[in-house]
Every structure is written in structure tokens, then in C-alpha cells.
């Protein structure tokens, strides 16, 4: 199985900066893509960032302030997703989830966290 765990979030002032982590759990060989999406109150949930083999994509929204990463642990089953946001705005605020769609064993399934609020309000 697949767990994703966020953490970082929390209260910033416009401009201000956060990192947010995805710790990821499981067999990586049957995880290929991986995205940053959130949802602000009474919005839609809306892709922001996006990791496949290393190439990248951003919302137009987020592009040039945020950016997506991944780290592979050496023991083959954790690694984690990270997105560094800068220069956020109110509206960035929202609950942010990450995502894991399955490959290969996992074809055809995705995965999600329980989110990390993020809030920009001076």
C-alpha cells in the first residue's frame, strides 16, 4: 500500500514564504506521477504542481513562486514530494493534498493525504 503524509503548513503573511512535505510510504517502483492540489472553501480542488520523471509543471496561477520537488530515500521504500511556495498571496489559501498515481501493481489507482492548511493573512 501507499500513504502520504503533508506537513508545513500554517499561518503566513502575504509575501511570506512555507515548505510543505508529502512523506511518502510504500513500494516507489509502483509510484510514478506525483502533484501538489489544493482547495479553498467553496472552490474546486485544483492541481498546482506536478512531478513525472523529474519534469515539472505549474499551474499559472503558482508559476514562478512555487516549486515542486521529490526525494528518493536509499532503502527504497519512503521518499517524499516537497513544495516550496514563496511570495504567497491570500489567495493561495487553502487545504493542500498530495497525490501518488499508481503505476504498474498500481495501475489505475490514486492516492491522497488528509491535507496541511495553509493560510496567508497579515
Known amino acids: 500500500q501507499v500513504q502520504l503524509v503533508e506537513s508545513g503548513g500554517g499561518l503566513v503573511q502575504p509575501g511570506g514564504s512555507l515548505r510543505l512535505s508529502c512523506a511518502v510510504t510504500?513500494?516507489?517502483?509502483?509510484?510514478?506521477?506525483m502533484a501538489w492540489y489544493r482547495q479553498a472553501l467553496g472552490k474546486e480542488r485544483e492541481l498546482v504542481a506536478s512531478?513525472?520523471?523529474?519534469?515539472?509543471?505549474?499551474?499559472?496561477s503558482v508559476l514562478g513562486r512555487f516549486t515542486i520537488s521529490r526525494d528518493f530515500a536509499t532503502d527504497g521504500d519512503k521518499s517524499a514530494v516537497n513544495l516550496e511556495m514563496r511570495n504567497l498571496k491570500p489567495e493561495d489559501t487553502a487545504l493542500y493534498f498530495c497525490?501518488?498515481?499508481?503505476?504498474?501493481?498500481?495501475?489505475?489507482?490514486?492516492?491522497w493525504g488528509q491535507g496541511t492548511q495553509v493560510t496567508v493573512s497579515s
Open positions: 510504500g513500494n516507489m517502483f509502483n509510484i510514478g506521477p
Open positions: 497525490n501518488a498515481v499508481g503505476i504498474k501493481r498500481l495501475r489505475g489507482r490514486e492516492f
Open positions: 512531478i513525472t520523471e523529474g519534469i515539472t509543471r505549474y499551474s499559472d
